[in-house]
């Protein structure tokens, strides 16, 4: 299968508001943002962004410099359509999370709603956290959600990994100082619930170029 010819698809045949995963806003996302940013001046990249409302919300945020990575290159042109001239205020990436050629240092915050539990190879979410690793700059923020143990087993087709929060922590390891985790039931647009489970850690590792 090519991730991005699925993720393409996808966007193609669906709207916006009718993707298990669309909300249409992000209030635990915002919190943890916030709470990391605190009102200063901060690089935030969301990864997996696609056609989520998170983007428009944080435009809202003049302090926050804004990129937003999906695989989906159809995702992110629906976006950028959606925001007319506020779409030149983000930057846009058109890539595979593991793969994609990122800046060294360049973010103060990390945000992933909903990829990393497609990555069900060892070898993918290594290369995730590495990329995690280098593009975070020391004593910035890494926000990850993914289902939790009671979530599906299945999205859109593909299998994904479950994780409780110890579990979801865990992949990132030691270096990730764990400062809150939590879970959430969202409800997909046509009322099915789905577990969330939320961790929100500091980068205390060495910087790595």
Known sequence: MNPAKHW???????????????????ETSLALIDQAARGRNA????????ESTLVDDLLSRPALSLTVLDISRKALDKTKNR?????TRVEWIAGDVTQAVLPA????????????HFLTSAADRAAYVAQ???TVRPG??????????????????????RYDDGQLHGEFGSGFRL??????IH???????????????????PPTI
């Open 105 to 116: 240092q360049a973010y103060d915050i990390w945000h992933d709603r909903a990829v990393f």
């Open 8 to 26: 393409d698809e996808v966007y193609a045949t669906k709207a916006t508001d009718a993707v298990s995963w669309y909300r249409p806003h992000l």
């Open 83 to 87: 925001l007319g001239h506020a779409a």
């Open 179 to 184: 400062l809150e985790s939590q879970r959430e």
């Open 187 to 205: 409800m997909t647009p046509w009322g099915t619930p789905q577990q969330f489970v939320y961790c929100f850690c500091r980068a205390d590792f």
């Open 132 to 134: 995690v690793r280098r």
């Open 43 to 50: 690089s935030v990249i969301d990864v997996g962004g696609g």
């Open 140 to 161: 910035g923020y890494v926000i990850v959600s993914a289902f939790g143990p009671e979530g599906p087993a299945k999205c859109s087709g593909l299998d994904v990994v």
